[in-house]
């Protein structure tokens, strides 16, 4: 086990940041095209089941969930030292404008990988159409913008990351266990649901946050950024806010209060 582990840490040193950073320089633009196939598969996909009986993908779905879940809390395990170490070394201020994070030796491979798994995360909505399940405008919405705005800020690499990845990082990491805990057919009680999707709208307020300060710092202090990643990351993050308070109004809130109507 501790073999395993000195090859990890040994494998994130090595990690070549500068060429993954060049990289998304040059071809940071195929985030566009990702998002235009993904819609392709959302449109089509749906137009192919309109007339077929859902798939049975339950079992494929919860391996699919364990290696997200896996994935996040791996993520947060590591992205969390570093935020931990960087608030305990220099303050609060520096985790908001610090840029290392995206070449730091132990957080610089999941920086990198964060930015990647934005690609493979599509894949969810594809059980969802395959299963015939309910697709709201809040899931694909949130895939596509989330990975058009997370390429351009590694691209940039703006002020701000290390919370953005960690608090992603965290909050999937809860998510994928419990869809992988419900695709297993396991019974959840309520209260799980409702404490990710408070954590959700709870890591959008704070996104909103970690911008407003970048904003107003980024002339006083070095918290290198731009207006445009700026302006782009708090309309997404706003509009997140609002689709993510609603969703969780009408799912718990007005259902729980029909149910109080139905009962007196």
């Not at 493979?120 to 913008?145: A, C, N, S």
Request: with cysteine; proline share 2%; charged share 15%.
């Amino acid at each position: 086990m501790n073999q395993t582990l000195l090859q990890v840490f040994d494998f994130e040193q090595k990690f070549d940041e500068k060429g993954a950073f060049q990289w998304f320089q040059e071809n940071w633009t195929a985030s566009y095209v990702f998002c235009a196939a993904y819609a392709a598969v959302i449109f089509l996909g749906r137009f192919f089941m309109r007339r077929r009986e859902k798939w049975d993908l339950r079992r494929p779905l919860m391996f699919w969930s364990l290696s997200l879940a896996l994935f996040s809390i791996c993520g947060s395990i590591r992205t969390g030292s570093y935020m931990l170490n960087t608030y305990s070394s220099h303050g609060f201020r520096q985790t908001v404008c610090d840029t290392n994070f995206y070449s730091a030796p132990f957080s610089k491979f999941w920086a990198y990988a964060f930015t990647l798994s934005k690609v493979p995360e599509l894949g969810d909505t594809v059980f969802i159409v395959l299963r015939k399940q309910r697709l709201i405008f809040l899931h694909w919405y949130h895939h596509i913008t989330v990975l058009l705005y997370t390429w351009a800020s590694y691209k940039d690499h703006v002020a701000g990351g290390g919370w953005f990845m960690t608090m992603n990082y965290s909050v999937h990491a809860l998510m994928y266990s419990y869809y992988t805990a419900k695709a297993a057919g396991i019974q959840l009680p309520k209260p799980c649901a409702i404490l990710i999707t408070s954590m959700q709208i709870l890591q959008m307020a704070m996104g909103l946050t970690v911008l407003a300060l970048v904003y107003f710092w980024h002339h006083e202090v070095h918290c290198a950024s731009n207006m445009q990643n700026i302006m782009w990351g708090s309309l997404m993050y706003l509009s997140y806010l609002l689709l993510f308070s609603w969703f969780f109004y009408q799912t718990y809130l007005k259902k729980d209060k029909r149910k109080g109507a139905k009962a007196e």
